[in-house]
Every structure is written in structure tokens, then in C-alpha cells.
């Protein structure tokens, strides 16, 4: 069965690949993942505050500015809270692209214009086939509205665009106030690929310690219809590859992000918790899958059930929102509270 596709320019023998995660930063790993059917590598990010830190510390040893500078640090996690910095990041690219085959694709996390974007070159220079520009921003600021926060993410794009010759795509978030609109303008700005959704730091509270902790939570199934929900709106209008990435933990739901148009599927808690091998095991159960409904190719699949070729548009509209809220019923047809 062909299970190949095409994401940023890149043939790909399957859709399947490891998502941004610490898993590239053994090599050993790396080359399981490889052997496991990897069609390509998507490294972690390298983050804007990393960049930051190693700037300020290039100045800090050519000019002084007394407490100044020890204060401006404070603002930043110390170098051991990143396992690669700057220079080890370029420097782990390199391995991986001489230790693989396949495609290695960098990414850079960051949320403001500056000079880290610079950084994009040297990715390209190191080996990258393509650049993930990772865009965290969770606006916090009252005098920031939300044209402001797009603008600023699109002339990111602009400014990584004049500088690599290579794919770029753009890791997204669902939380803007005109989603489709923006993916638009992302598109019309030189995006090659959307990659939906990024997953935000979700804070708790330890309410004896009196403190916020910090705990990392992989992506469950459930988080995967929010991401269908906009592949299927925006993969029918867009000409742009689409990668889903959160919530697919079985070959069922990488069927699904794929009819509803990803062209990649990227996966990092599942791989996290059954290994690098499972990739194999998606590919072959998706194989079988395609072969039992009698599919010609995975191209066949990918995208009829988007908002273009749905035979059923509205139930991704707001006739559908009315008609799930009205659905439930007990099962004796009524409501009972004790």
C-alpha cells in the first residue's frame, strides 16, 4: 500500500513522524526512530530566551554594566533548565543529519522580533530541510490587542522567510479570535505548512505549599477533535501542507487527521510511552486499514472529509453546535437530581 506523502516539500514515505521532543537528543534514539519507519525528524525547539541568555552573556564578558547585568539575567531560567543550548543545538543538528537518512526539520520557539530570528540561517547552514517556527505567545498584556499579537507573528514569518531558502512552517495555537482568517494570512505570507496545535503550559496550584506547580502532562484523545475540527476548515481552502500534531494516539486517529487533510501526522506521547517502534505499527495498521476499505493510496484518503468535500458541511458550522446541544437525553427520557 502507498502510504507516501508530501509535507513542506518533502516526499515522505509515510505520514507518521516523531514530533518536536527530547527523543532527538540521543542519537541512539535517533536512529530508532529512523529504523522504526520515521519518514522524518522533527527536532525540539530551540527557544528565543536560550539565544537571549548566550547573547547577554557574550556581552557580559566584553563590557560591564555592574548590577545591571546580574539583574537582567535573573529574568532568565538557568542554562541548566535546557538540555542543548544555542551551540549544542547547532551542533546536534549536524549529528543527526550525518546519523540519518531522512529529512531532519529544526524548530525555533520564540514570540517577539529580534535578532534570535537570525539563528533560522544557521539551522538552514547546519543541515535543516525545514524550519517549525514555533510561535508561544500567551498575551498578558491589557494594552495588547489581538491584531497586534497577529501582525508580530506574521512579520516573524516574513523575517524567516528572507533568510532561509528551506520550507517553513508555522506551529499555531487555537487561540485566536478569527482562527481561518489569520491561517490565511500566514499562508499569503510565505507559510509552507501549518502545524496544528501547539499545547500550552497548563499551571495548577498546590494549595497546601501555596505555590503554582509546574507538571508535564502528555496529550490524551480527547484533545483530538479540536484539531480536526480545524484541519477540516482549513485544509479544503489553504495551499499549504497541514501536520497534526496532539491527540493522535492509534492508527484510527491518525486516519482521521488524515481525512480531514493533514498531510503529516506528528506524535510524541505515544512515542513517549510505547517507544520509537510504534511508528511501525501505526504504518502497517494503517496499511491495513487503507487496503480493507479498498484505498488505492493514502492520497485517495487524505482530506475527503474536510469542509470541501464533506457531504455533511454543516456539521462544522453552528447548525451542528444547536443540534449537540439539544441531542442528550436521560436514558428514561428525562432528568433525575437526587
Given at each position: 500500500m502507498d502510504l507516501s506523502t508530501r509535507y513542506l516539500g518533502l516526499d515522505l514515505a509515510s505520514p507518521y513522524m516523531p514530533g518536536a521532543s527530547p527523543l532527538v537528543d540521543d542519537l541512539d534514539t535517533v536512529r530508532h526512530l529512523e529504523d522504526a519507519g520515521a519518514?522524518?525528524?522533527v527536532m525540539h525547539s530551540l527557544f528565543e530566551e536560550q539565544i537571549q541568555k548566550e547573547e547577554l552573556g557574550t556581552f557580559a564578558n566584553t563590557e560591564s554594566h555592574g548590577q545591571s547585568f546580574a539583574e537582567a539575567m535573573s529574568?532568565?531560567?538557568s542554562a541548566d533548565a535546557y538540555a542543548l543550548g544555542p551551540y549544542e543545538y547547532v551542533e546536534q543538528l549536524r549529528r543527526i543529519k550525518a546519523a540519518v537518512g531522512v529529512p531532519v526539520i529544526?524548530?525555533?520557539?520564540?514570540?517577539?522580533i529580534g535578532g534570535w530570528l537570525d539563528y533560522a540561517k544557521l539551522l538552514q547552514e547546519a543541515g535543516a530541510d525545514a524550519l517549525e517556527l514555533n510561535v508561544y505567545a500567551l498575551e498578558t498584556d491589557f494594552e495588547i490587542d489581538g491584531r497586534t499579537v497577529e501582525e508580530r507573528t506574521v512579520e516573524m514569518l516574513r523575517l524567516v522567510k528572507e533568510k532561509v531558502s528551506v520550507p517553513v512552517a508555522v506551529k499555531l495555537s487555537p487561540f485566536y479570535s478569527s482562527l481561518a482568517h489569520f491561517a490565511s494570512r500566514l499562508a499569503g505570507a510565505g507559510a509552507d505548512g501549518l502545524v496544528l496545535f501547539n499545547r500550552f503550559y497548563q499551571p495548577d496550584i498546590d494549595v497546601e505549599k501555596l505555590q503554582v506547580e509546574r507538571a508535564l502532562r502528555l496529550s490524551d484523545r480527547t484533545e483530538l477533535p479540536l484539531r480536526l475540527r480545524w484541519l477540516a476548515v482549513l485544509s479544503g481552502s489553504l495551499e499549504c501542507g497541514f501536520a497534526a500534531s496532539g491527540g493522535v494516539h492509534t492508527y484510527l486517529d491518525g486516519i482521521k487527521a488524515l481525512m480531514a487533510g493533514a498531510h503529516a501526522v506528528q506524535l510524541v506521547s505515544a512515542l513517549l510511552q510505547r517507544g520509537p517502534g510504534y511508528l511501525a505499527t501505526l504504518r502497517a495498521?494503517?496499511?491495513r486499514f487503507l487496503e480493507e476499505h479498498e484505498y488505492e493510496s493514502?492520497?485517495?484518503l487524505r482530506g475527503s472529509m474536510n469542509l470541501a468535500s464533506c457531504p455533511?458541511?454543516?456539521a462544522y458550522e453552528r447548525a451542528n453546535y444547536m443540534l449537540i446541544l439539544q441531542s442528550w437525553r436521560s436514558s428514561a427520557g428525562m432528568f433525575r437530581f437526587q
Open positions: 519518514p522524518a525528524i529574568y532568565f531560567p529544526a524548530s525555533l520557539n520564540g514570540s517577539s495498521e494503517t496499511a493514502l492520497g485517495q455533511d458541511p454543516a
